[in-house]
């Protein structure tokens, strides 16, 4: 053995032999139960030390979510809590929300969006006043069409010309009340 040999492998032999006497655990590799762990954040990485999840409470909104990231670190999952509910949101390569599943006044909704950096609403299936609605919005995210139901347990289709006062007044309503189907047209 040569003394450049001998210079690496006797070091390596008595920190071995430490290592063994003493019951130092020089590579932790085994798994460890706890009962309860407690943190603000708790961040799940990648070999390559990339974040792919994060558990977290926010505070100063005061509620906590789960983050899901992609391979290039964007956020592409996230649940959320706040006062209201709770929600899901899913999001597109440039991070941008492009759908969601959340509390809404009290009840469900599922929501699309543009997937832009407006996050405009375009479609949107929720419980209503009478019961469910789906709300079909323009590039603008103003409504052009909504198909629910009414006061009398019946069905109505309104069309909207796409524009905030527009919104206000139907320009055609399909409504079935309770002597019969009508159609009503703006004029």
Avoid: C
């Avoid at 209201?84 to 006044?105: K, R």
């Avoid at 299936?125 to 409504?143: D, K």
Wanted: proline share 3%.
């Amino acid at each position: 053995m040569s003394k450049y040999e001998r210079l690496i492998i006797y070091p390596l032999l008595f920190l071995a032999l430490f290592a063994s006497l003493t019951g130092v655990n020089l590579a932790n590799a085994t798994q460890q139960w706890f009962e309860r762990i407690v943190a603000r954040e708790v961040v799940i990485v990648n070999d390559e030390g990339q974040e792919v999840a994060v558990l977290k409470y926010d505070q100063d909104k005061e509620n906590p979510s789960f983050e899901l990231f992609n391979n290039e670190g964007r956020r592409v999952v996230s649940l959320l809590s706040y006062a209201d509910g709770g929600a899901v949101g899913i999001f597109n390569q440039e991070g941008h929300l492009t759908a969601a599943i959340q509390n809404e006044a009290d009840a469900g909704a599922i929501l699309v969006y543009n997937g832009t950096r407006e996050m405009t609403k375009l479609v949107a299936l929720r419980a209503g006043l009478y019961g469910g609605v789906l709300e079909i919005n323009n590039a603008q995210g103003l409504p052009t069409g909504i198909m629910g139901n009414n006061a009398s347990n019946n069905g109505y289709l309104g069309l909207f010309k796409g524009e905030l006062l527009g919104f206000l007044k139907p320009q055609i309503m399909l409504n079935v009340g309770e002597d019969g189907p009508t159609i009503q047209t703006a004029k």
